[in-house]
Structures are given as C-alpha cells and as structure tokens.
C-alpha cells in the first residue's frame, strides 16, 4: 500500500536505510486549448509534484533512477521522446537525469502500443456486443501484460537502499513487489483538479441534454 506523503512529514531516513523505495507520481497532461483555469492547476501541480519530490529525497533519499509510462528507451533517447510526449514532467526528469539519475526505459514498445490501440477502439462505441466483449478482453490482457512487464522492470533494476521515482497514470493496475516502499506523491492542487474535471464533465453532459 502506497503512502501519501502528507502522511509521512517527518520519515526517519534510516527507517527506510537498505530498502528499495519509488516515489509515484500520478501523470496528468494537458491540451491545446485547454481552459486558463486548467492549466493553472496543471502548472500549480507539476510545481508541486517537483517541491514533493525534493522534499522527499532530503528525508528519505536522492532519486538515482527515473521510470516514466510511455518510455520505451533510456537515457537521453527516452529524454527526447518525453519532451514531445509530456513537457511538464520531462523537465522534471531532466533535471533529475542532471543531478546523476538514470531514465529508464520502463515499457515495452510493443505491449505499449497495443494497449494504447485496445484502449482507442474503447472509447470508439460499438454496435455488436460480441465486438465489445472482444476488444473489452484484449484491452484487458494487453494491459495486464504491460504493467506486469512494469513492475518487472521496476524490480529488476532498482537496487537495495536506492530511491527512483515513477510517473504513471492514476488508474495504473501496478503490482510492485512487497520489499519495494512506495510513497505516493499527492500534491494539494491534485483534488482541486478532481474537482475542476468532474464540473466539467457534468456541465457538458447537461448541455447534450
């Protein structure tokens, strides 16, 4: 079970001294022509997201490898596919990359895409319900497999008494292995976000009315 950091203000570092720990991070993005009132938030968020992180290491240690969905190649490779992909955290990644960290390439590129396919002809609706059942399925199995082979990844490389950092979507089906500590970073803007979603969703959805 993950730990939210505001649960955690002052660690022992030699508490957590030999153990492997992952600081998540939820992965939120934007778009082009997002409301001002969103990506204040979104901008409030990955400031926070980068405090939360600092303030972790200092307690209870420095990052030395980066894990980030998407990133199918290491190191500076995996920077120049992340700055396309999402701006906001990369710089967070960088900087860490800058400060002796190490970018892995935590997914596999064909179990990526699949999902991402699976889950786009989700969202398209269907006629046949034995269509959807199909997709629905593969959509499952793709996805279990991608996060198996994360969680595999994220053990085999993070080593005894190292501090990394993860940045995956909220509704990840992650199972990290039990002597890994996990600390969910949860910045205070993020409900705030929550919130700003769900408005929006209602109000769009009275409007179809």
Known sequence: MAEELGKIEKPEAKKFKGKRKLYL?????????APAE?????NLYWQQVGEHIVNLEAKIGMVKRVYHESVTV??????????????SSCQIVRDKCQGGAHLEAVEDKELAEESVDWERL???????PKV???????????????????????????EVNEAAVLFIRENHMVQFPDNIEVFSVMPPVLDEIHRWLRDRSKTNEESEK
Not at 74 to 87: R, T, Y
Not at 122 to 128: A, P, R, W
Not at 139 to 144: G, L, M
């Open 25 to 33: 991070v939820p992965l939120l993005f934007s778009w082009s022509d």
């Open 122 to 128: 989700l969202l398209m609706g269907f006629i046949s």
């Open 74 to 87: 290491a190191d500076e490779d995996g920077l120049s596919v992340l700055e396309k992909l999402s701006p």
């Open 132 to 158: 959807a059942r199909i997709v629905s399925d593969s959509f499952i199995e793709a996805t279990r497999k991608r996060y198996e082979h994360i969680a595999a990844v994220v053990d085999e490389t993070l």
């Open 38 to 42: 969103y990506v204040d938030r979104f």
